[in-house]
C-alpha cells in the first residue's frame, strides 16, 4: 500500500509542476524511458497558422515567432516551420538541449520533415534585428534548412545567425546545416559580430584565473552565404575587451608558454567548417578563431573582399586567427579582391597551421600569406595555385615555413615574391611560368629549395641544389576552370 500511495503522491506532484511550468510559458519534458517520444513539436505556418491556436501540430501551427517568446525548450523539442513560408523578427530562443537529445530547428511539409519537406522557410530580420537567429549560452541546438536574411537602408553590425557565450563553462553540441544566409547589411570595416555566421566568446576573464568559457562540437555545414558584411562564417571570435586578456586576443599578442593553459580554459574544441559556399562577403569568407585542431574542408570562398579597398581593412579568404594545429583541406578560394591582403590563403598568428589538397585561383592578391612572428610551424603542402596574381606568396614570418610538394602555375607577370622578409623553405614544388618571354626571378633570400622544378624561368635559386629545368608535362596548364 506505501508503495502505491507513494506512486499516487509522484503524480500528483507531477501534475502540479507541469501545471506550474506551462503557467509560466515553458514546458517541462520529463526524461523518456526506452522507446518513448522526448520533446514536444511546435509548429509555425506564417500563411495559415494561428497565434491562438495550440501550436503543436500542423493542423494547430502557429502563426508568428512571437509565439516562440516565453517558451524555455527542452531536450527534445522541435520548433519545425512550414516549407516555404516567411517570417520578419527575430528568433532569440530558450534553454538547451542534451546530447542524446538535441533541440531540432527544421522544416516540415504535411509528416515530412527536413530537406525533402520542400523550399526552406525565411526568418527575414528587415533592419528591426541585429541578429536574426540568436543563441545565448545555449547547448545541444540543431539548425536546418532556413534561409536568412537582413536588409536595412543603412549599414550597422547585423549578424544572419548569432552564436554567443557570455558566462563560464563549456557549451556543446551546436550544429548549422543547410542554411541559406544572404543579404546581411552589417557594417562594412567591423570584423567582430558582423556578418552571415558568428560564433563568438564574450565571456570576459583574465589569464590569471581559473575559469572556463568555450565551445565544444561545433559544426558549420553545408551552408551558402552570400552578400554578407563584413564576414561570411567566424567560429570562435574575442571582440574588443577580450575574454583571455588584451595582452593576447589583440594583434601584437603572446603565445609562447601560454599554449597549454589557454587550450584547456578558452580554445573552442570539435569544431568543423564543411562543405560551405560563401559568395561575395565584403570581407573574409571562412575565419575559425581559438580553435584547436578545427578541420576546414570542402568549402569554397568566391569573390570575397569586394568592399575592403579604400577602406584600409585587411582581409582574405579562408584562414585561421589564433589557432592552435588548424588543418584546411580541399578548399577552393578564387576571386578575392585585393586589399591590405586579399590572397586566398593566411597563416595568421597560429600554431602548427596545415593547408593541404587545397586549390588557389585567378585571387588578386596571390596565393598564400604567412603573416608575422606569431605564425608558427606553418605548412603549406599538396595545394595548387593557378593564375593567382599580385605574388604567389606574400611572407614577414621569421619562423620557418615549410612549403613542399605544391604546383604553381603562374602568369606572365606575376612575381613569385613581394615585399619578402619572411623565412621559408620549398621542396618538391612545380614552379609553372607560362610567360612567353624566362621570367627574371628574385627568388628568396630567406628561403632554402631543394629539388624543385622550374619551367619557364631565366634563372633558378642559386641554393637548390637539386633544381629540376624541365617542362613538368601538365595537361591543359592553367585551365583547371573552378
Known amino acids: 500500500?506505501?508503495?502505491?500511495?507513494?506512486?499516487?503522491?509522484?503524480a500528483v506532484i507531477l501534475a502540479v509542476a507541469l501545471l506550474f511550468s506551462m503557467m509560466a510559458g515553458s514546458l517541462t519534458v520529463q526524461a523518456a524511458e526506452d522507446g518513448e517520444t522526448v520533446g514536444t513539436s511546435y509548429y509555425l505556418d506564417s500563411e495559415n497558422g494561428d497565434d491562438k491556436a495550440e501550436g503543436t501540430s500542423p493542423s494547430t501551427a502557429w502563426k508568428s515567432l512571437n509565439k516562440l517568446e516565453g517558451i524555455t525548450f527542452q531536450p527534445g523539442d522541435k520548433i519545425l516551420f512550414k516549407a516555404g513560408t516567411e517570417y520578419t523578427g527575430k528568433f532569440h530562443p530558450q534553454g538547451s538541449g542534451s546530447a542524446e537529445n538535441p533541440i531540432t530547428v527544421d522544416i516540415y511539409n504535411g509528416d515530412t520533415i527536413g530537406k525533402d519537406a520542400?523550399?526552406?522557410?525565411?526568418?527575414?530580420?528587415?533592419?528591426?534585428?541585429?541578429?536574426?537567429?540568436?543563441?545565448?549560452?545555449?547547448?545541444?541546438?540543431?539548425?536546418?534548412n532556413l534561409e536568412i536574411t537582413n536588409t536595412a537602408e543603412e549599414?550597422?553590425?547585423?549578424t544572419g545567425v548569432m552564436v554567443e557565450i557570455t558566462e563560464e563553462g563549456v557549451y556543446d553540441g551546436i550544429h548549422l546545416d543547410n542554411l541559406y544566409v544572404h543579404d546581411i547589411y552589417g557594417?562594412?570595416?567591423n570584423k567582430?559580430?558582423?556578418?552571415?555566421?558568428?560564433?563568438?566568446?564574450?565571456?570576459?576573464?583574465?589569464?590569471?584565473?581559473?575559469?572556463?568559457?568555450?565551445?565544444n562540437d561545433i559544426s558549420v555545414e553545408n551552408c551558402y552565404v552570400k552578400d554578407v558584411s563584413r564576414t561570411g562564417i567566424s567560429v570562435g571570435a574575442s571582440p574588443n575587451k577580450s575574454f583571455i586578456g588584451d595582452e593576447y586576443t589583440k594583434y601584437g599578442g603572446f603565445i609562447d608558454g601560454k599554449i597549454p593553459e589557454l587550450i584547456e580554459r578558452f580554445y573552442h574544441t570539435n569544431v568543423v567548417i564543411r562543405n560551405n559556399y560563401v559568395e561575395n562577403a565584403g570581407g573574409d569568407a571562412i575565419v575559425p578563431m581559438y580553435g584547436y585542431r578545427p578541420i576546414i574542408e570542402y568549402n569554397i570562398s568566391n569573390h570575397v573582399c569586394d568592399e575592403m579597398?579604400?577602406?584600409?581593412?585587411?582581409?582574405?579568404?579562408?584562414?585561421?586567427w589564433r589557432c592552435v594545429e588548424a588543418v584546411f583541406q580541399f578548399n577552393e578560394a578564387y576571386d578575392t579582391v585585393v586589399n591590405g591582403d586579399g590572397m586566398a590563403y593566411d597563416c595568421d598568428f597560429s600554431v602548427g597551421t596545415v593547408y593541404q589538397y587545397n586549390y588557389s585561383h585567378d585571387n588578386e592578391g596571390g596565393f598564400l600569406l604567412v603573416c608575422q612572428e606569431q605564425?608558427?610551424?606553418s605548412v603549406i603542402r599538396y595545394n595548387v595555385s593557378q593564375n593567382d596574381l599580385r605574388n604567389i606568396f606574400m611572407l614577414s614570418n621569421p619562423n620557418v615555413a615549410e612549403v613542399y610538394n605544391n604546383t604553381i602555375y603562374v602568369k606572365e607577370g606575376t612575381p613569385i615574391y613581394s615585399n619578402n622578409t619572411g623565412?621559408?623553405?620549398?621542396?618538391?614544388?612545380?614552379?609553372?611560368?607560362?610567360?612567353?618571354?624566362?621570367?627574371?626571378?628574385?627568388?628568396?633570400?630567406n628561403g632554402t629549395y631543394d629539388n624543385n622544378l622550374y619551367y619557364g624561368f631565366a634563372n633558378v635559386p642559386e641554393n637548390d641544389a637539386n633544381a629540376i629545368v624541365a617542362d613538368p608535362m601538365l595537361v591543359d596548364p592553367g585551365k583547371g576552370g573552378d
Not at 549599414?155 to 547585423?158: D, I, T
Request: glycine share 10%.
Open 423 to 445: 623565412s621559408i623553405n620549398l621542396q618538391n614544388n612545380i614552379f609553372y611560368y607560362a610567360g612567353e618571354t624566362p621570367a627574371e626571378t628574385n627568388w628568396s633570400r
Open 1 to 10: 500500500m506505501l508503495k502505491g500511495k507513494m506512486k499516487k503522491l509522484e
Open 375 to 377: 605564425s608558427v610551424e
Open 155 to 158: 549599414r550597422a553590425l547585423r
Open 118 to 144: 520542400g523550399e526552406r522557410a525565411a526568418l527575414h530580420g528587415a533592419g528591426q534585428v541585429k541578429d536574426v537567429i540568436y543563441l545565448k549560452n545555449v547547448e545541444y541546438w540543431n539548425i536546418s
Open 309 to 320: 579597398p579604400g577602406t584600409g581593412q585587411y582581409s582574405a579568404g579562408i584562414w585561421p
Open 187 to 189: 557594417d562594412v570595416v
Open 192 to 215: 567582430d559580430n558582423n556578418g552571415g555566421i558568428y560564433f563568438i566568446n564574450s565571456y570576459a576573464s583574465t589569464l590569471d584565473g581559473t575559469d572556463v568559457a568555450h565551445f
